[in-house]
């Protein structure tokens, strides 16, 4: 088999053309015809053995490829290559120009994006028999998923967190930020020392919450803009990483922003003066590993099951400071996981504010558009 076939036969292995199955046949049948026959083909389907992942970068994708992606190539010769992505959107635009099996596995974030991706056919259908640690998830994850794609899964929930309020303790106590909430965001007080994330989902939440209403249900769009026009008008700076929301707030050049809780148990794990609180309505999320059309589903089940085995899944969330999905009443969890923000003993998740995923995809249009204005000063 000369170079040009067997990577013709790889490139329609990955793009989804082949299953697995018929591209080893296809092999053996060449190796054959060459009189190769009896000659081992591993080399070559180690090759095609891949997984790509493309997940949030920073201390997160970190997390997952020392604790999970090593050990599983490690035990299975299946590589993972893993990539990382700037933004939700952009990435959804790459998948969706993009032949089937060009991506194959994301760090998905949200029930919006899970339904996103549904609603695109850009999913598929899980066997939920190759994957018996799902039995370890917790329910509550688990049941938004199977409403919005018919019953079936298309990825399994992997951790959870919230999008809350940190805050530099050396300079903002713990009884003013009970007192004022998100609205410190629109505090005078801390003009240029203020921070927010660059993405107009959060935003908005943000602006729903600090002008007092249900952010999954907002009646008076002027008030949400108007605060968060405030907010801009105060602001140090939108960061667009977790790596730069960390180099802010540990440097002191901002002293409060929302952040994602994972990132602020990191700082605090390094020991900066970091406080994080979580007001009414704090955006709650789940993130899930999704599954896209076109890959390799033996390799990607077998890489699911891997990642959800207890023993796996604490160490990723002890790296990457977030709460795994595993039911507390089913898995044995250490104080190193118990500890961390946003965990939820009782794996009920109750009093948690989740996105209503339809309603979210329904005004990205317009709301979109218009924080962009916000954002550029308008």
Not at 86 to 91: I, M, Q
Not at 231 to 246: D, F, I, P, V
Not at 252 to 258: D, L, N, S
Not at 317 to 338: K, N
Request: hydrophobic share 40%; aromatic share 10%.
């Amino acid at each position: 088999m000369n170079n040009d076939h067997f990577y013709k036969l790889l490139h329609q292995y990955q793009s989804g053309e082949l299953g697995r199955r018929r591209f080893l046949g296809m092999l053996a049948a060449s190796a054959a015809a060459l009189g190769l026959a009896g000659r081992p083909i591993s080399a070559m389907a180690a090759k095609a053995a891949q997984v790509r992942f493309d997940g949030w970068g920073g201390s997160v994708s970190d997390a997952l490829r020392e604790h999970a992606f090593k050990p599983y190539t490690e035990k299975t010769g299946v590589k993972v290559v893993d990539g990382t992505f700037a933004g939700v959107d952009e990435f959804f635009t790459k998948v969706r120009t993009s032949a089937p099996g060009t991506y194959n596995v994301f760090h998905s974030s949200g029930v919006f994006d899970y339904v996103r991706y549904v609603d695109a056919d850009l999913d598929v259908k899980l066997d939920e028999s190759k994957i018996p640690n799902l039995k370890n998830v917790l329910p509550r994850l688990i049941e938004p998923l199977r409403e919005l794609s018919g019953g079936a899964l298309s990825a399994v929930p992997y951790d959870y967190g919230t999008t809350g309020i940190a805050y530099n303790k050396d300079v903002i106590s713990e009884d003013e930020i009970k007192e004022k909430g998100a609205r410190i965001l629109i505090d005078e007080k801390y003009k240029g020392t203020l921070g927010g994330i660059n993405d107009w989902r959060t935003q908005c939440w943000y602006g729903a919450v600090m002008s007092d209403q249900d952010p999954n249900n907002v009646k008076d769009l002027d008030a949400m803009w108007e605060v968060l026009r405030k907010h801009r008008s105060l602001l140090r700076k939108y960061w667009t990483s977790g790596a730069e929301l960390m180099s802010l707030m540990s440097s002191g050049e901002i002293v409060a922003t929302q952040a994602w809780s994972g990132r602020i148990a990191t700082l605090q794990k390094e020991g900066h003066p970091i406080g994080y609180y979580e007001p009414k309505d704090t955006f709650a999320w789940q993130e899930a590993m999704f599954v896209l059309r076109g890959s390799p589903m033996e390799e990607v089940q077998q890489l699911l099951n891997f990642m959800l085995d207890p023993a796996v899944a604490i160490a990723v969330s002890e790296a990457q400071g977030y709460p795994p999905s595993l039911d507390p009443s089913a898995v044995d969890l250490p104080e190193s996981v118990t500890s961390l923000p946003a965990y939820d003993a009782t794996g009920k998740l109750e009093g948690r504010t989740f996105a209503n995923a339809r309603y979210w995809n329904d005004v990205q249009p317009a709301w979109s558009k218009m924080f962009g204005r916000i954002e550029r000063g308008f």
